[in-house]
């Protein structure tokens, strides 16, 4: 996919000389020396839309993130086939309805996502000369509520009818981590798998971690500050680093696990072992350490929804939201809980806030006499 720009182990002249060889020679420069797809096939246009709009080298992505530009890239593909469409033949009428075909079909945050990555392609192919207009001037996205909601609908056409909330009460968000150990089903590496369970529970409830950096954890990520108060340093959204304070529960059971391993429970700011890590049929634990991914995180969590018996719906970012919300309800300060999520805008942190004040009113409710 990258053959036209995947030169990074290359020096800048090596680099240089290479691209513009592979530029001339399948004629993607014009004479300004831009780069012009006019007359380029579809799979450069897209080679190189994916190489440079999307996945760019000097960004890391999440599981996540990739799934969902590969899920918008598979339903823009699938209605072109389905309407006997190649991206040459995408004009006004084509944006229009695939814009209607969105919005009809999907939930609007999904609809927003899916809208953006074909207005990203159309602009794209407008600024290379693909395209000859300015396409995207015709998407129109649909109205998402903001924050961590799921809008639920009786049908299609019917207007919105509840908003879910996508967190848990601290009893559900307790009684849920304490099924985390239980799903364990093998008996080779019981206890570690069991004890390695529980800690993940803690951790995505007590810290607020995203998944990605939940999986992500070494045991050098951890280390005490000057007042000797234990700290977990992660690499969060647009690799930006904050450092997450570690409840003593949380610290407790983080080396009750080391433990269960036979691993040394001695900070060591250079051990970049992944803290968790696949542990069935192995002889030892300890040996050839593959870390935990994302997928397997969330069928820890869906196992423990089930048997607990909770809304299927959760996953692992409910902890996250879940821990926010905890925060504010305890009048940690707004700015604190920005930094200590990893908000990039305390715009995000404040809809929880307006949430929580939300929830208070009854508060205010119960101190007036309505009744004389």
């Not at 072109?80 to 814009?99: A, D, T």
């Amino acid at each position: 996919m990258n053959d036209l720009t995947n030169f990074n182990h290359l020096t800048s002249e090596q680099y240089l000389t290479q691209l513009q060889n592979k530029l001339e020679h399948r004629h993607l420069l014009d004479e300004h020396r831009n780069l012009s797809l006019s007359d380029s096939s579809e799979q450069d246009f897209l080679e190189l839309f994916f190489s440079e709009k999307v996945f760019t080298p000097d960004k890391e992505f999440s599981p996540h993130t990739i799934r969902a530009y590969r899920s918008d890239a598979k339903t823009l593909l699938q209605f072109l086939m389905e309407h006997s469409l190649s991206f040459r033949n995408i004009g006004f009428p084509e944006v229009k309805v695939y814009n209607k075909y969105i919005k009809e079909k999907y939930a609007p945050k999904s609809a927003i996502r899916k809208l953006e990555f074909f207005r990203r392609l159309l602009d794209f192919g407008y600024e290379t000369q693909f395209y000859k207009a300015h396409l995207s001037t015709w998407i129109s996205k649909p109205t998402s509520k903001k924050g961590h909601y799921i809008i639920e609908e009786t049908r299609l056409e019917a207007e919105q009818t509840r908003v879910q909330v996508r967190e848990l009460n601290q009893k559900d968000a307790e009684y849920l981590i304490s099924c985390f150990p239980k799903i364990v089903k093998a008996n080779t590496n019981r206890e570690q798998l069991e004890k390695r369970n529980l800690l993940i529970g803690y951790l995505l409830y007590t810290t607020g971690l995203r998944a990605s950096e939940l999986v992500s954890l070494n045991w050098g990520s951890f280390r005490y500050n000057r007042q000797g108060h234990l700290y977990a340093d992660v690499i969060g959204k647009g690799k930006k680093p904050r450092s997450i304070p570690v409840k003593d529960e949380t610290i407790e059971l983080l080396f009750d696990y080391r433990k269960s391993l036979g691993e040394s429970v001695e900070i060591n700011p250079e051990d970049v072992n992944p803290l968790f890590f696949a542990l069935y049929n192995k002889k030892e634990p300890c040996e050839h350490k593959k870390r935990l991914t994302y997928p397997s995180l969330y069928k820890i969590v869906k196992e423990a929804v089930h048997l607990a018996g909770k809304n299927s719906k959760v996953s692992p970012h409910w902890f996250r939201h879940t821990f926010v919300t905890m925060l504010l309800e305890n009048d940690v300060p707004l700015a604190v809980v920005k930094d200590w999520a990893g908000h990039s805008d305390i715009s995000t942190t404040n809809i929880y806030l307006e949430r929580v004040n939300q929830d208070n009113t009854h508060v205010y409710l119960n101190k007036v006499n309505v009744f004389k």
